[in-house]
T-cell receptor, first 113, second 112 residues
Framework: KAGVTQTPRYLIKTRGQQVTLSCSPI?????VSWYQQTPGQGLQFLFE???????NKGNFPGRFSGRQFSNSRSEMNVSTLELGDSALYLC????????????FGQGTRLTVV | GQQVMQIPQYQHVQEGEDFTTYCNSS?????IQWYKQRPGGHPVFLIQ?????EVKKQKRLTFQFGEAKKNSSLHITATQTTDVGTYFC????????????FGTGTQLKVEL
């Protein structure tokens, strides 16, 4: 079966702009989690959605938001981009959060200039 | 909040040497998962441990879950160049919320 698909793979944005990233989970998976990965901070949890509801949220400012659609596809949005938002954004899908393995997408590499 | 630390942060070994990374949580865990991320890649699930004191093996990899369910380790016997990457543990807290907290990761480099 198809894996987790994230689009776009690469993105360059200017400070102050906003960006929307997309994640299509594995068919049948209802849990989608988002992570920010930077060399210095490792994998930082952003938020998790299950059946269109946000179930958990990490310690990120309100500029970071997300949503999940009825087909389990998820988007995350970052508004008013800052240089420090440059990172690899990873999406992971699973049947049930935490109790089963998470399948990661290839990630979206966001560069803010 | 829950914190998961891993040591060491980096490890360089010669091919054939053993390698161990340790994972410590500030809270008791329901389960712990291990992931491997190759350079330029994304994390890939290796294994999940659930029971106190559990030990699981995958070929040259041995995973342990501590008796108190607050720590875990991954040991690789006779490393190979294919073992290169960053190894992350990820813990699910017993406090509910079903949020996986990833450890800080151990980057392994294997030299010939």
């Amino acid at each position: 079966k198809a894996g987790v698909t994230q689009t776009p793979r690469y993105l360059i944005k200017t400070r102050g702009q906003q960006v929307t990233l997309s994640c299509s989970p594995i068919s049948g998976h209802r849990s989608v989690s988002w992570y920010q990965q930077t060399p210095g901070q490792g994998l930082q949890f952003l938020f998790e959605y299950f059946s269109e509801t946000q179930r958990n949220k990490g310690n990120f400012p309100g500029r970071f938001s997300g949503r999940q659609f009825s087909n389990s596809r998820s988007e995350m949005n970052v508004s008013t981009l800052e240089l420090g938002d440059s990172a690899l954004y990873l999406c992971a899908s699973s049947l049930l959060t935490g109790s089963t393995e998470a399948f990661f997408g290839q990630g979206t590499r966001l560069t803010v200039v | 909040g829950q914190q998961v630390m891993q040591i060491p942060q980096y490890q360089h070994v010669q091919e054939g040497e053993d390698f161990t990374t340790y994972c410590n949580s500030s809270t008791t865990l329901s389960n712990i998962q291990w992931y491997k991320q190759r350079p330029g890649g994304h994390p890939v699930f290796l294994i999940q441990l659930v029971k106190s004191g559990e030990v699981k093996k995958q070929k040259r990899l041995t995973f342990q879950f501590g008796e108190a369910k607050k720590n875990s380790s991954l040991h690789i016997t006779a490393t190979q160049t294919t073992d290169v990457g960053t190894y992350f543990c990820a813990g699910l807290s017993t406090g509910g919320g079903n949020k996986l907290t990833f450890g800080t990761g151990t980057q392994l480099k294997v030299e010939l």
